[in-house]
């Protein structure tokens, strides 16, 4: 199967992973938010800092190495998995050790007991990382998107029935707790490689310059993304972290949704495209224009009838997210159209360019959200979204420099799905400001998003019909392949 081919079917049994597990996961919080509170939501998020953090350690970096290197010897995926073995068994007891610490630091005692709840993901998520690193170098997307569907679906289910059953904040630990333990038992019965005692410094080191950029980025990252929480956690309050993590929620899943999906499979291909600059760069506009078709609408949809998003699917008591999730969808615009310069950084070898892009993110977040964070969670949300856009220019045009394509070239790539949301807009603000307030939130929701998803398509077909025409035909190869 050639490289077309494999990037084909990769996206489709990526989007079967993204859409059907994130379509799970969004029905499964629903329920949740339904069923449970801002405050036990907001407990659960402070100590899913904290386990993000721990996280950064577990490995990520050398997954990417594997995906990232030609030639992978046994030896290499030997070394991988045994350190990140014995690196969960260290953070399993420093979690048990520091959980009663970081409860009276934010003055939550009720934390330091999730902490130690959560502690065991650790040693479970180390049996999966070196498993799908190879399914994804591999193109496997088939049995990714089955594990992460199978997870998602019982943990789900073991949620909502402890929700039921009163157990409150336990509740999301146990579906956390599933989700890992059943995607892990489901990786290992599709794949076929099981680690061997091939333990090697010199494959170590193979790895490792490769790995050390990516886990500064990923500790950058976390500097950046979590930040947020951390800070609102600890001068505001659990009820204020509640609702900034709903709002940041419906964020991801949107994000997982609309951009990921596309994202998982462009590191393999540009890897592969490294020495074709030609390729890599047509390659790159192309899958950037596809993700812009689909998540400019959306993102904007979401600006527009956010307040009925929140008010029909969760109810009145989270409507303080409303502006929270409106900044954010503004945030997933421009992520959407800067969301591949990492493939690219990682798939030429410049794993520290991305490393130091991330530094200054990171540096431009924190100073921003210690500002704003007085001042509450939609302050801390517009941080976000300025320092967003403030290092579009900057990432894209080292991005240029490294598959040689101008600014220009790169900004018309977005000019068809940009025009054809203004319509879309128009057509939205027309029913909302006509029959808005005649109409319940829901019926006001659907109408919109039905007239403006016809009115969005209209525009395409007739701004570009050749890029309709090209998307169809898309789809229905993919259709075939998968």
């Known amino acids: 199967m050639n490289l077309k081919k494999k990037a084909i079917k990769g996206v489709v049994w990526s989007a079967v992973q993204s859409w059907g597990s994130q379509g799970v996961a969004l029905v499964v919080f629903f329920c949740l938010a339904r069923l449970l509170t801002p405050v036990e939501f907001g407990l659960v998020a402070l100590a899913n800092v904290f386990l993000a953090f721990m996280k950064i350690f577990l490995g990520e970096g050398f997954a990417k190495a594997i995906i990232q290197r030609k030639n992978i010897e046994p030896a290499h995926l030997d070394t991988v998995f045994w350190l990140n073995f014995g690196v969960s068994i260290a953070l399993f007891f420093i979690t048990l050790a520091t959980a009663s610490w970081l409860g009276n630091i934010f003055d939550e005692p009720d934390l330091a007991p999730v902490l130690r709840g959560f502690s065991i993901l ?13 399914l994804e170098r591999e193109f496997d997307f088939k049995s990714i998107a089955m594990r992460s569907l199978l997870g998602i679906s019982l943990s789900g289910a073991v949620g909502i029935t402890m929700a039921i059953a009163g157990l409150g904040v336990w509740s999301l630990v146990g579906q956390q707790i599933v989700h890992e333990l059943v995607a892990v038992i489901t990786l290992w019965r599709l794949s076929d490689w099981r680690p061997g005692f091939k333990v090697s410094m010199r494959h170590f080191q193979d790895l490792w ?28 309050d659990s009820a204020a972290l509640g609702l900034y993590s709903l709002a940041y929620k419906v964020f991801t899943i949107l994000s997982m949704l609309l951009i990921k999906t596309s994202n998982r499979v462009a590191l393999p291909i540009f890897s592969r495209l490294q020495d074709d600059i030609e390729q890599l760069r047509q390659s790159f506009h192309w899958m950037t224009k596809l993700t812009s078709l689909v998540s400019f609408p959306v993102f904007i949809s979401v600006v527009l009838l956010a307040h009925e998003l929140i008010s029909v699917i969760f109810g009145p008591q989270w409507l303080a997210a409303v502006p929270v999730l409106q900044l954010l969808a503004l945030v997933g615009l421009m992520r959407a159209a800067t969301f591949f310069k990492s493939s690219v950084f990682m798939a030429l070898n410049k794993p520290h360019w991305r490393l130091y892009l991330g530094l200054l993110d990171t540096c431009l977040n924190l100073i921003g959200f210690i500002i704003a964070v007085r001042w509450g969670i939609v302050a801390v949300a517009f941080a976000y979204l300025v320092r967003f856009y403030l290092m579009f220019p900057l990432g894209q045009w080292l991005v240029g420099i490294l598959i040689q394509t101008s600014m220009l070239e790169y900004l018309q790539q977005f000019l068809t799905p940009f025009l054809s949301t203004l319509a879309m807009v128009a057509a939205i603000l027309g029913i909302k400001f006509s029959v808005g307030a005649e109409l319940s939130p829901i019926w006001v929701f659907i109408s919109c998003t039905g007239c403006g998803a016809i009115v969005y398509v209209a525009a395409l077909f007739f701004l570009d019909p050749k890029l309709f025409h090209k998307v169809n035909e ?6 075939e392949r998968s």
């Open 122 to 134: 650790f040693i479970i998520t180390s049996f999966s990382t070196v498993q799908q690193a190879i």
């Open 209 to 236: 310059s490769f790995a050390a950029a990516t886990l500064g980025f990923k500790a950058l990252t976390f500097a950046h993304t979590r930040a947020d929480d951390l800070l609102i956690g600890y001068f505001l």
């Open 474 to 479: 898309l789809g229905r190869l993919a259709l």
